[in-house]
């Protein structure tokens, strides 16, 4: 056979029906519940239509996601009524925003990546949690001029935790936020204790039990200081620190986790004013 018949013969079917498969839709599975489907950009409403991993998602599962677009909650960011932070008068924090609510279909989706390690999965939440960051920036930036945040912080797993698990997904998250805006991820915070698992607890013993679970790591802070250059320090700018952190409940986790840091810097640093943010996947 001549090469010419050949190319024609072999060659020419398999690159037209390449070309007919490029133009078509190629089904898919979907990242979280595994259906099959067929791929159609959807407008997203979380400010990730672009995002590749977000187009891994069934039309389903995208329009599922519950984001939080509206808050009531201008400390916590509840998108209803909230009575916690009215009784909490003495909160640690500035506020908090999340991505979204905590849902049954958020719970799933967590609890594949934080046991069963499902790593394209933690890209996902990496996106959507991007997504609520640049939802809270814009809103923060409106309110002061300059504003910035000086470093991602991600709320520790106790070492029992990590050593059972592998990974500690607040880092994960905090990650996915610090290298898409360029902030310093800073392991500042570390865990005194082993606590129980919160979920199995009531409200009162939650706010009870994290008093004095985390402890501030001097040594992580000492180059943060460092990072308030010498305008800031004449401006008389705030250390704006942002933890991270995948579910937000009462608030007595990452509360303590701020107020940890917070002594700390008043004990070392009493000439510095320190402002703590908190990011969260999701609030229930
Ligand atoms: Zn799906
Ligand atoms: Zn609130």
Known sequence: MSSLLHYVRHIVPGAFRATISMLAPTPSACLTCSRTYRESRSQAQGGLDDSIVFQRLCPECRSSIPWITRIACRVCGRPGPCGDCKRRLDSAFVCNRS????????????????????EALGQLLGEMLHAAYVRMYSELAQRQANFRFDAAIPVPLSDARLLERGFNQAEQ??????????????????????SDKQSYKTRGARLSSTRNLFAAEEAALRPLVGLLNDEAVIMNRALRLLIVDDIYTTGSTVDACARAILDTMQRDYPGIHTEIYVLTLARS
Do not use: C, F, M
């Not at 979204?100 to 046991?115: F, M, P, Q």
């Open 99 to 118: 991505a979204v609510s905590y849902d049954e279909a958020i719970r799933g989706w967590l609890a594949l990546y934080k046991y069963r390690g499902h």
């Open 173 to 194: 998250l905090a990650t996915a936020v610090a290298v898409r805006n360029q902030l310093p991820l800073v392991r500042a915070l570390r865990r005194t204790r082993h």
